[in-house]
């Protein structure tokens, strides 16, 4: 039986989850003459409680954190609390189908902010570096976070970078030996179903990168790869580029193809909830808080964390109550509100505390600073394979053909993420990078030999133009930057975590992450026309051809990818703006973690989840073995 029975007590709601795992809606008597109903998972809304520990945030980090906690044979009592509730309810095959990942977290727009029911819709402070533009910055609010909300790309840093992590924070929990296993430890790897997907595709990966015990969460390729790959690894072999058997394995420099986390027996998502959450929930006690915001950290005289005042995040039935934790207190509230959480509860710089009439507990002045990031941008291709544009454009026959597949054999063009292939890195090289200024150079110098500047991410799912043809299709090739200078930042407009965080990534701020982005655009169009699939660029054009202008559009059109992170960055305990140690604990406090994006040093090169799942692991194994 599935665990969202446990979950959900409504027809309608039990309904969309039992046509995805087969199960029939409400009791049912099993073979062996057993009556099968509903356990509870749920804890008692406004009825105050004490558990062992209290995981403040139901999203990548959290869930998986909590499940480990949960099921350590020591029988700790664990409860989860989640600002939102399970997007299988509310978002329906959006977020389960991997093919519409372009529309999980980003489904409509009133004006310009979105009207999501899983998905905080933050917007930017203007932008300098982007021409003054405010951007709307997705984090997934619901069991799963941002594995619910995101492209489901699944890849590793590179070890170097790993290493560099255990340098910056002077501990060598942190170097790539002493975490690779733990990268293991959350995955099973599902090699590809050539009964699905095209044999001659033959996908190369490292079987040595997966530990076959590992799990919960699924990786795969999905059932789909697209047609694009061959000729686009074509070409980044003919510019150079290193072939890799996969990105898992601690080497990035070169392309591969990429997993993703969806669960193949299902062509279904796999989340941080349809993984561990779930897993948790079939074999411990933890308990579940939806839709429930945690509004303030609470602690005692000696400054340990004691619990928190938590809130009904719906406006029909706001009630506060209290939970209290005999052991810690873990927040993996995300990249902008575990450090508005912090603040709130008197966590940050004392200035800004002061301003907002917070008694101060401790005075960190780097809550909120230091937040780095990945400006993207994106590239739109006209090429002569076919990609998932029919289906994006609503094309009625395209979409009931994939949409059959999908449903009948798990196959086809929505059983993949639309990504993942040809997935390439690399350092800028010549002659792109003799036009760099000596502060450029001077400052990339500083990063490890096998940190890439630059990620080039093929997406299936592009724009196009409005008088498309039935049998048009385009794609986008992204770049994401991985080593610009800008700092970002947070703060808080109140004491309440009902008032959104403001934020600011201050993409291309400095000048030189403009410098980058510009050669990045250029090895963009290498990439493009030195493959045989690309008829024209439609976006932006032939017409933005010199530096200049592909400056003022890289500062018009550039966006996000959502990879923020180190907002609550982890350090050494000599540096004035560290806020968690090496194994996450907040400083100058007792009891209270921060585990997620927010306590990296910095965000490792590449895609953020694989990291965040991993930094779970090994913090959750600091807590059990008090490492
Ligand atoms: C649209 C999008 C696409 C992305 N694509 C990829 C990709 O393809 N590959 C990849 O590796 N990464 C991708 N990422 C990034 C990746 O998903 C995130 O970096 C990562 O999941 C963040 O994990 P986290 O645990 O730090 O935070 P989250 O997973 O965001 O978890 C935070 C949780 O805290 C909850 N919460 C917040 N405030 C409160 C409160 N006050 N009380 C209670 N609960 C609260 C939220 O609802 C949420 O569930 C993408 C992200 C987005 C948004
Ligand atoms: C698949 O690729 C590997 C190398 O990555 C090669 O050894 C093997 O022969 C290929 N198989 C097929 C069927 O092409
Ligand atoms: C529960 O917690 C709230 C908020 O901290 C407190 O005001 C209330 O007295 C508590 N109720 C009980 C029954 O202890
Ligand atoms: C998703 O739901 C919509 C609305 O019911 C439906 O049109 C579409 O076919 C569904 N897609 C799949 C893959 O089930
Ligand atoms: C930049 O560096 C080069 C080589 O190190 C040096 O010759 C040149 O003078 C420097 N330019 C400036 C403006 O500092
Ligand atoms: C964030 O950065 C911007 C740009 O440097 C700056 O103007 C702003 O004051 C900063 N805000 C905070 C809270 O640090
Ligand atoms: C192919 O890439 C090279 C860079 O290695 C570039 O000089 C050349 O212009 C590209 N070819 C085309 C047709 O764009
Ligand atoms: C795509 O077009 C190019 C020319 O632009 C041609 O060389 C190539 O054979 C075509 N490929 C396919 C799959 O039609
Ligand atoms: C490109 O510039 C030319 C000349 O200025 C103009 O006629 C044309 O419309 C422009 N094309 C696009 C796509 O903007
Ligand atoms: C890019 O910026 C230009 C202005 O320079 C704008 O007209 C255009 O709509 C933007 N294009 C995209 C794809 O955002």
Redesign the pocket.
Known sequence: MGFLYLLTSGAVAAGLVAKVTGDTIGASVGADGVTDIFGNHFGQPGVNATYDYIVIGGGNAGNTIAARLALDPAGYSVAVVEAGSFYEILNGNRTQVPGYNYIGALSSFVGDKPASLTAFGLKTEPQAGYNDREIVYVAGQTFGGGTAANYMGYFRPSSGAHDHWAEFVQDEFWTWDNVYSYYKKSVNFVPPDYTKIDPSLNITYDPSSNDPNGGPLHISYGNYQGEYGPYLDASLKKLGFTPLPGLNSGKMMGYGTATGTVDPRTATRDSSETSFLQFAAQNSDIKIYPDTLAKKILFDGEKKATGVLVQGNFATAQFNYELKASREVIVSAGVWHSPQLLMVSGIGPASTLNAHDIEVVADLPGVGQNERDQPFMALTYKVNVTTNTQIVAGNPEANAEAVAQYLNHQSGPLSGIGAGQSVAFEKIPAPYRNKYSNTTMQYLSAFPSDWPEVEYLPLESS?FPPDIGPNDNYMYIGGAMLSPASKGNMTISSADMMDPPIISPNWLLEPGDLEQSIAAFHRIRDIAFNSTIVEAEY?PGPNVTTDEEIA??LK??MSLIYHGGSTCRMGPKSDPETVVDSRARVIGVKGLRVVDASAFPFVPPGQPMSVVYMFAEKIADAVLKDL
Request: hydrophobic fraction near 50%; charge should be negative; proline fraction near 0%.
């Open positions: 724009a976006l003022e559009w018009e059109n």
